[in-house]
Every structure is written in C-alpha cells, then in structure tokens.
C-alpha cells in the first residue's frame, strides 16, 4: 500500500478522496487543510467516501507521517501560492502529485520557480509532479500522443467545450456567469477570472512536438446572454454574461502552428466535448464526448501517485510520466 497525504479538501481535494477509496493501491495517512470550517472533522466524513476516519489538521507540521509517501495537493492554481506547501512537502521528504495548473508546465512563465522546485526535489530525492485534465490531458498530453501516429505534422487545432449548466458553482463565478460582460472582459484581461493554463498547454503541446513559440497570441472575450435563463435557482437576464470564450495561438518561425479554443458557457451549443485535428501528412481527428474535468483530474492525480515514487527526483511533466495506471493482479 502506498500512503497518501490529503492536502486540500475543497470540491477537487474531496472527489480525489473519493477515488482514493475506490484504489486499494492507496492507503489515506493524513489530511490537511486550512480552512476553520473543515480542520478537526473527519476525513471519511468530508469525503463521504470509504476512507480512514483522521481527523483533518491545519498544517503539514501535524502530520506523523514518514518520508516517502506522496501528497496529493490540491489548493491553488499559481506557482507561487503554492511554492511554500511544495518546497515544506519536498523537505519532509514526501513525492508530490499537485492539481496546481501552473506546476504542469512552469518553465516558460516561471522558470525560476521551476528551477528551485525542481533542484529542492533533487536534493531530497522526491519527485514532483503537475497533472490535470486541462492544462494535463486534452489540449497537451492526449494530441501529443496521437501526433506519434503522423509525421510533418502543419498545425494542431483544439477546441474544449464546457457546458457551465453541468459543471459546479465556483467555476460558474470563474466564468463571470450574471456579472456584468464588461466586468468580466477586464477581469479575464488582468488574468483575474477565467481560465489558467491555456498558454501552458500550448507550450506544453510545442515542447512534445518539438517546437519552440515564438510567439504566444491570446485572445479572451465575455459572452453576453441574449435571453434569459435561470441556473440552479438564479436568473441570468440578457445582457449578463454567461461565459467566457478564450483562444491561444502559438507562433513558430512567423507561422501559426497551434491553436487552441476554450469555450466555457451556459447551454454551450453542440453539449460539452473536445474536438482535436492534427493536420499533415496525415489529418487525424479526435472528438470525447463525457469527460467530465473534476472527475477526470480526480483521476489523473490516483493513476499518477502510484507510479510518481518509481520516476526520476525532480520537477517531472505528464510528458515524462507514465501513462497508464499499474495493471492489478488478474
């Protein structure tokens, strides 16, 4: 059994906890929040899932657990929020599997950062590693594995649809949905509100392809509600915003080569989905239909902490990682 630490347990933390009862492979070995109104209950009982009933602390220094296991940290999005719990989890001697958007490909906005997390892992020979489904999976990992099967490869297009209706409230209020569209335009501008993690994935996807951007073009704009319609109880009336459209495209040598759209919005037309071309030698297209984001990073971040204590120490990629989980015994 390989214990595991809980570090963080809002909406994301609790489903992983969730999946972590489904795995035999894991063992939960101590939990961690900050939040008052969750310290001092029972993990099992915030999780409401088959899982040992410890009692969730504050910090890391509450945790008597040895060296070797591996936190699941699922807090923030910004490399620098969550520096201090990397560098405090690597001194402790423990492998990291981190939902940190921004720890998925740091080298191109942090690299720095990057550099120091990835020598500290070194050093205390523990791993380190960024996993979800967007930056992760479907706009990175999943068109560079496909790109394997084509050569001269022109541009890769991805479009991710989300239909906000279906997804939880917090990212609703991260999309501005019944705020004001000129509100939410400067707010996603100051990369305030939306989505993060597009240009990471564009990096990411260059990197496997083995390009170098250039150039990184970004566009964002808030939808406006055209009619009225009511969400879990609240109206949104015509003329408030109900998603956010955001679209990066990643410059090679003066040429457009990448190109990924996201649209996250009330009633998205045509239902969620992702749609990926690669277009070359050969056109391959891909379309999922079904994956659903909390439960999928959920997924992402149990399949990786069995294998994270087998890989190199350091800062790793999914573009390192392995990709499939462990096979059971038959």
């Known amino acids: 059994m390989i214990p595991v630490i809980h570090f963080g347990l809002g909406p994301i933390g609790r489903t992983i906890g969730k999946v972590v009862a489904e795995e035999g492979r894991l063992q939960s070995a101590a939990a961690v929040d900050v939040d008052p109104a969750i310290v001092g209950r029972r993990l099992d009982e915030i999780c409401d899932a088959d899982l040992p009933p410890l009692v969730v602390v504050d910090s890391l220094d509450a945790v008597a657990v040895p060296a070797g296991a591996v936190l699941l940290q699922a807090t923030v999005s910004q490399m620098t929020a969550a520096r201090e719990q990397l560098l405090e989890a690597i001194e402790r001697g423990f492998h990291v599997v981190s939902t940190c958007e921004e720890l998925v490909w740091p080298w191109d906005d942090h690299p720095r950062l990057a550099d120091e997390i990835d020598a500290a892992a070194r050093n205390a020979g523990v791993t380190v590693l960024g996993v979800g489904v967007n930056p992760g999976f479907v706009m990175d990992l999943l068109p560079a594995l496909a790109a394997r099967a084509t050569i001269e490869i022109e541009a890769v297009h991805i479009s991710r649809y989300v239909d906000l209706r279906e997804r939880r409230l917090a990212l609703r209020q991260k999309m501005g949905v019944g705020r004001d569209p000129a509100w939410v335009q400067r707010m996603v501008d100051e990369e305030r509100m939306g989505h993060v993690g597009l240009a990471l994935s564009a990096h990411m996807l260059a990197a496997s392809l083995g390009w170098r951007l250039d150039v990184v073009d970004i566009e964002n704009r808030a939808i406006a509600a055209t009619d009225s319609t009511v969400v879990e109880m ?97």
């Open 234 to 330: 609240d109206e949104v009336l015509p003329g408030q915003c109900i998603g956010v459209w955001q679209k990066v495209t990643g410059i090679v040598r003066g040429m457009p080569r990448i190109f990924l759209t996201l649209i996250m919005q009330l009633d998205v037309e045509g239902g969620s989905r992702d749609e990926i071309l690669i277009d070359g030698e050969q056109c391959l297209r891909l379309r999922i239909d079904g994956l659903h984001g909390d439960r999928a990073t959920a997924a992402l971040v149990v399949n990786q902490a069995l294998h994270v204590r087998n890989m190199p120490p350091g800062l790793q990629t999914m573009l390192t990682a392995p990709l499939l989980p462990r096979a059971s015994k038959p």
